[in-house]
């Protein structure tokens, strides 16, 4: 790819990235069909309230451009946690998880990079 497409693509994959999982964040705090899968893991209701919260939190850091890459290890934590925790409670489906984690990890690889920061 032309390294000045680069820039432009990570842009892209950014913005699209944040903006799903604020929307499915959204969804997991405030939906009544959420919090009742939730409660299918006998974990206390306050801890979907503290993963939905914190992902939305991270992922609008991750579009400010001074703390993208603050705002993307943030992301990748909470993303990493969300897998453990699905995995504990047998719950296996967690490719698209794993596959925002890595795009995230993208990002701010591009971003850190862009940067002279190591990552």
Request: glycine residues 8%.
């Amino acid at each position: 790819m032309n390294s000045g497409r680069l820039p432009v693509a990570l842009r892209i994959l950014q913005w699209v990235l944040a903006l799903l999982i604020l929307e499915e964040s959204l969804r997991f705090a405030l939906s009544p069909a959420a919090a009742h899968a939730f409660a299918q893991t006998g974990l206390p209701g306050f801890i979907r309230h503290a993963l939905a919260w914190a992902e939305i939190a991270a992922a609008i850091l991750f579009l400010i451009p001074r703390a993208t890459v603050v705002g993307g290890w943030f992301l990748i934590v909470v993303l990493a946690s969300a897998i453990v925790l699905h995995l504990l409670h047998g719950w296996y489906d967690v490719g698209a998880l794993v596959l925002y984690a890595a795009a995230t990890w993208a990002v701010v690889a591009g971003k850190s990079a862009a940067a002279g920061q190591p990552t």
